[in-house]
């Protein structure tokens, strides 16, 4: 028998973090279990759902003459394992876009970032992901051109762990 200060709750399954990453599913059910007739917003009457949209989600659960109600927001977060990266930097001491550096979207656990002339010749590396290249090679300026960057990211979000690797040009402008 259900007490009368009984609320219906919709709970998570699946994922339980309480961050669900775009492109993941969740399982949804109440905190009744299989007990009484459950109807979601979708229209279906099963003891869970499964979603894989941000939204708002309810349920009305019948047992005997009782009929409770349950509602949850879901909000699916871009998760992504990305970098933000200009495509030109102007190393010329003025204060403004001096360094080529990559600002992370999440937090990034592990990083490393290279950076080659046109001849692949390695003229910058760093593993500190606060740290950018200032346009120097060996305590010299560096030539106006294009130069090709690699970067390997480990982030860690929901408990994932998400390795990537990127790559891209840039362009030193004098």
Same mark, same amino acid.
């Given at each position: 028998?259900?007490?009368?200060?009984?609320?219906?709750?919709? @709970?998570?399954? +699946?994922n339980?973090a309480?961050?669900?990453?775009?492109?993941?599913?969740?399982?949804?059910?109440?905190?009744?279990?299989?007990?009484? *007739? $459950? &109807?979601?917003?979708?229209?279906t009457? @099963? &003891? =869970?759902?499964?979603?894989? =949209? +941000?939204?708002?989600? +309810?349920?009305?659960? !019948? /047992?005997?003459?009782?009929?409770?109600? !349950?509602?949850? #927001?879901?909000?699916?977060?871009?998760?992504?394992?990305?970098?933000? !990266?200009?495509?030109?930097?102007t190393?010329?001491?003025?204060? %403004?876009?001096?360094?080529? $550096?990559?600002?992370?979207?999440?937090?990034?656990?592990?990083?490393?970032?290279?950076?080659? *002339?046109?001849?692949?010749?390695?003229?910058?590396?760093? *593993?500190?992901i606060? @740290?950018?290249?200032?346009?120097?090679? @060996?305590? *010299?300026?560096?030539?106006?051109?294009?130069? /090709?960057? &690699?970067?390997?990211?480990?982030?860690?979000? #929901?408990?994932?762990?998400?390795?990537?690797?990127?790559?891209?040009?840039? $362009?030193?402008? %004098?």
């Open positions: 028998m259900i007490g009368e200060d009984f609320e219906l709750e919709i @709970q998570v399954k +699946s339980v309480g961050t669900y990453c775009e492109g993941d599913t969740i399982e949804l059910t109440t905190n009744l279990g299989d007990v009484g *007739n $459950s &109807t979601w917003n979708d229209g009457n @099963q &003891t =869970s759902i499964f979603v894989a =949209s +941000s939204g708002t989600y +309810s349920v009305t659960t !019948a /047992v005997g003459c009782s009929e409770y109600e !349950a509602i949850l #927001n879901i909000e699916f977060e871009d998760c992504s394992c990305d970098l933000f !990266a200009s495509n030109v930097f190393p010329n001491g003025d204060g %403004k876009n001096d360094i080529f $550096s990559l600002t992370p979207v999440i937090e990034v656990a592990r990083f490393n970032l290279k950076i080659y *002339n046109r001849w692949g010749h390695l003229v910058f590396e760093t *593993n500190d606060n @740290q950018g290249w200032d346009g120097m090679i @060996q305590g *010299n300026e560096a030539s106006a051109g294009v130069y /090709v960057w &690699t970067a390997t990211i480990m982030c860690i979000k #929901n408990n994932q762990i998400l390795d990537k690797q990127l790559k891209g040009y840039v $362009s030193l402008l %004098k």
